[in-house]
């Protein structure tokens, strides 16, 4: 049997938690074979990004065409594109791919720490999110984007217009940030699903948005419809911010194998 095939293209965490490090271990978790193009290279701990480099556009690009030729991909998942030849190179790669694509247009760390150009925002708006099957960004990215700035739900729905307008075919908003339970709008402007969850107690929370978006893709590799997967994923991270755990001196990632562990006897 073959397993469904998931390519990831981002930036890697040095502390395993996020970025390339935490898509392979979703998609391991979620029964499909992960494989990577990493654009940047982040020196990263829990309590920060205290650096990053970026691969050349080539290198990107001779990944990409290395494993996609080759091998073949039925979903692709991209994050940390760092800088505006790389997204640019990353949303031409895309354009000739015939697989669902996860666009998490990653501006920021969990810590506050700026991991996209300020110069890459116009390349995302007019060349990465046109190619995109899902976006998934948090409310941050929301008004890095849009301009938008989404206080309480009911903005939630002005914040997916506003990226449907840019030409994702879904739009995946996520409320993470706002007050209350956790609560994420997906829409393609025709249809809407309102996702809730509890909000849990629990500060280690290092890779969620990574987490989030290769569980999609992992869905949409096995033939999910984009809601089935977005469903799928959303119970999956739930669980795994449940079970997240404390690493270094700050903000410990989520549990991508919690499906795995024993209970204590």
């Not at 991909?73 to 505006?84: D, E, I, N, P, Y």
């Not at 060349?127 to 739900?153: I, M, S």
Request: charged fraction near 20%; hydrophobic fraction near 45%.
């Amino acid at each position: 049997m073959r397993l469904p095939l998931v390519l990831t293209v981002a930036g890697s965490d040095s502390g395993g938690g996020a970025g390339i490090q935490a898509d392979l271990k979703t998609m391991l978790a979620l029964g499909t074979h992960g494989m990577s193009v990493i654009a940047a290279v982040t020196a990263q701990n829990s309590l920060g990004v205290q650096g990053y480099w970026e691969l050349p556009a080539e290198a990107v690009k001779a990944q990409y065409r290395s494993v996609v030729d080759d091998i073949g991909v039925q979903a692709v998942k991209t994050g940390m594109l760092a800088s505006a030849p790389l997204v640019e190179t990353v949303a031409e790669l895309l354009a000739g791919t015939d697989a669902p694509v996860v666009v998490d247009p990653v501006g920021v760390s969990k810590h506050g720490d700026s991991l996209l150009a300020a110069s890459a925002l116009e390349s995302v708006r007019r060349a990465l999110l046109p190619v995109a099957t899902l976006a998934t960004p948090n409310l941050d990215e929301v008004t890095q984007l849009t301009g938008v700035e989404v206080t309480d739900e009911t903005g939630l729905r002005r914040a997916a217009d506003a990226l449907l307008a840019l030409g994702p075919r879904w739009v995946l908003v996520k409320g993470g940030h706002l007050p209350g339970d956790a609560v994420d709008l997906l829409t393609d402007g025709t249809e809407e699903h309102w996702l809730r969850a509890r909000r849990l107690d629990n500060r280690h929370t290092h890779g969620t948005g990574c987490t989030l978006a290769s569980a999609i893709a992992a869905g949409l590799a096995k033939g999910l419809t984009v809601p089935e997967a977005v469903q799928a994923a959303k119970e999956y991270v739930t669980g795994a911010i449940a079970a997240g755990f404390a690493l270094g001196e700050g903000i410990g990632p989520v549990d991508h194998g919690w499906r795995f562990r024993q209970p204590l006897s």
